[in-house]
């Protein structure tokens, strides 16, 4: 899952296996979250998206979870492929209430290896 | 193929140099931002422009300095930069209503070194 700290959290999995990937965030005023990927050389690309009315949310191969109790989301990836190898990020927008812009803040980020 | 483009890529600088970085979203987006990732750290919101204008200065130096001349397009001039402002600045575009509950779409980003 995802830390303050000096070191990204890594996850390695087989090819074909399920991966899940998780983070803390930390405002429990935040109401819409935002999984992102991003392979080496590119920016960060996004997967998913789920407002803080819903609990889950799926996409193609994707799977997002909200827990608001806990302030706890996480990835699911259906079929891990070689290709799924990069850093994910969460990141959570906090309302500025009024304004017409999102704030986004994001964690640090887990490295996700798929081994062929 | 990224709705966002970033120019340069890579982009090497002395201290005393002046230099910009470009950005220009195909996406028809209200709202451009810039953020600065560095390693071991989380991105750094920098700028935002919500319908051109700057709605959002995130206590960045004034060695920064964002120009949006037009809901397209927006830049970073840079000058008298410190090596620590070596980083990866990421720029991103919204389409923004109230609640900003819309996804950021990033640029590739410019590789930026101050030697």
């Known amino acids: 899952g995802e830390s303050v700290g000096l070191h990204l959290p890594t996850l390695s999995v087989q090819e074909g296996d399920n991966s899940i990937i998780n983070c803390a965030y930390s405002?429990?005023?935040?109401?819409?979250f935002i999984w992102y990927k991003q392979e080496s050389g590119k920016g960060p690309q996004f997967i998913i998206d789920?407002?803080?009315?819903?609990d889950k949310r799926q996409g193609q191969r994707v799977t997002v979870l909200l827990n608001k109790t806990v302030k706890h989301l996480s990835l699911q990836i259906a079929a891990t492929q070689p290709g799924d190898s990069a850093v994910y990020f969460c990141a959570e927008n906090i309302y500025a209430g009024g304004t017409s812009y999102g704030k986004l803040t994001f964690g640090q980020g887990t490295i996700l290896t798929v081994h062929p | 193929e990224t709705g966002v483009t970033q120019t340069p890529r890579h982009l090497v600088m002395g201290m005393t140099n002046k230099k910009s970085l470009k950005c220009e979203q195909h996406?028809?987006?209200?709202?451009m931002y810039w953020y600065k990732q560095s390693a071991k750290k989380p991105l750094e919101l920098m700028f935002v422009y919500s319908l051109e204008e700057r709605v959002e200065n995130n206590s960045v130096p004034s060695r920064f300095s964002p120009e949006c001349p037009n809901s397209s397009h927006l830049f970073l001039h840079l000058h008298t930069l410190q090596p620590e402002d070596s980083a990866l600045y990421l720029c991103?575009?919204?389409?923004?209503?109230?609640?900003?509950?819309?996804?950021?779409?990033f640029g590739n980003g410019t590789r930026l070194t101050v030697t």
């Open positions: 991103a575009s919204s389409q923004e209503g109230t609640g900003g509950n819309s996804p950021l779409h």
């Open positions: 789920i407002r803080s009315n819903m």
């Open positions: 405002n429990s005023a935040s109401d819409y």
């Open positions: 996406l028809g987006h209200n709202a």
